[in-house]
């Protein structure tokens, strides 16, 4: 990640294509979910895979402006990017490390508490029936012991949501195993419990959980319906021109005979430096997409480049990204994270 930021930094003059954050989207979205818990003190925000496509550093950056204390990344890697900012407590979801750090490093199985460095301050994950990381629950007496035996300090219990975005049963089931499991435990000193991810905090008695872990929802999405009305999207990509031309009816752009072909003369068009290469993903002859000013992409996108009707200097390729979730059937974290971290990020 650092490397990819000098590398924007240093050759900046020669990008001209950009991904914008918006401060004022951010704010209005990390206020919501500070009044939905009650506390500033409860948000802990959501920076793994490099904040979730939007730029660590700068979101970091933003959110401890803001007052934001508590954040959790993905690696050691991404910990080590934003420590000198300040932050109270960094947890690290997916990474051991080697020698004792400040961060909270998470325990998801019982391998992990042997491969900690002594001292560490470990957040215990339970498996409440997602059964993807965590200890089972009737693993935790055994847990607990292996980190008292261990020398480790237990910051944390908590455990993760695997339907919160759907109308179900099944988050009252796993809080329930959560909250009987968390009773049992016995600990010379208080430890954080949580639970809720962003769609977590719409389903659940916040005021009994130390903090919610919200990725998603600071970025302006929900999957539920009803609730993404009160958030904005945080990040627009906007594509610069290449060149312009003018082609005739029958004539097609870029690759393939049949791609796209012009429906008449003087058919104005412009190629941008944007591509699947930067995360844009491939636009083929069979999906059409209109960017927010509806301009439509013609043909199909290349590794670098991206053909667009008109002749506008700059395009704003998406600034909400449900639109392009929808077209390539997946989901708008897709769409987020896949864009290239050699991309400037520039607050507006």
Wanted: charged share 25%.
């Amino acid at each position: 990640m650092e490397f990819a930021y000098r590398i924007c930094s240093d050759t900046r003059e020669k990008i001209v294509s950009k991904i914008t954050i918006n401060k004022q989207n951010l704010y209005h979205n990390l206020e919501f979910f500070v009044k939905k818990l009650g506390s500033i003190d409860k948000l802990c925000v959501g920076l793994k895979d490099n904040a979730y496509g939007h730029g660590i550093e700068l979101i970091a950056k933003l959110c401890y402006d803001f007052g934001i204390s508590k954040l959790f990344v993905r690696n050691l890697h991404e910990a080590k990017a934003i420590d000198h900012i300040g932050f109270d407590m960094i947890h690290i979801l997916s990474d051991i490390p080697q020698a004792m750090t400040p961060y909270h490093i998470t325990i998801n199985s019982l391998d992990d508490i042997d491969k900690a460095p002594r001292g560490t301050k470990v957040q215990l994950k339970l498996d409440t029936g997602m059964h993807r990381n965590g200890i089972a629950t009737k693993d935790l007496l055994k847990a607990i012991e292996k980190i008292v035996t261990n020398n480790l300090v237990l910051a944390g219990v908590f455990s993760h949501f695997c339907c919160a975005d759907e109308d179900s049963n099944n988050t009252k089931i796993q809080e329930k195993l959560y909250l009987d499991t968390v009773s049992t435990i016995k600990y010379k000193t208080e430890f954080h419990k949580h639970i809720s991810n962003t769609n977590g905090v719409y389903r659940v008695d916040n005021s009994i959980y130390d903090h919610a872990r919200v990725g998603i929802g600071i970025y302006g999405y929900s999957d539920i319906v009803q609730h993404q009305k009160q958030l904005k999207p945080v990040m627009s990509l906007e594509a610069s021109k290449n060149s312009t031309r003018v082609i005739n009816k029958g004539e097609s752009v870029g690759y393939g005979s049949c791609s796209f072909i012009s429906p008449a003369d003087n058919f104005v068009v412009s190629n941008y430096d944007i591509g699947y290469a930067d995360g844009f993903f491939r636009i083929n002859d069979r999906q059409i997409y209109h960017t927010p000013d509806d301009k439509r992409v013609l043909g199909r996108v290349s590794m670098d480049n991206i053909t667009i009707q008109g002749d506008s200097d700059t395009v704003v390729l998406f600034d909400d990204a449900r639109e392009l979730a929808k077209l390539h059937d997946t989901i708008t974290y897709d769409i987020l994270v896949k864009l290239s971290p050699y991309l400037p990020r520039v607050v507006i």
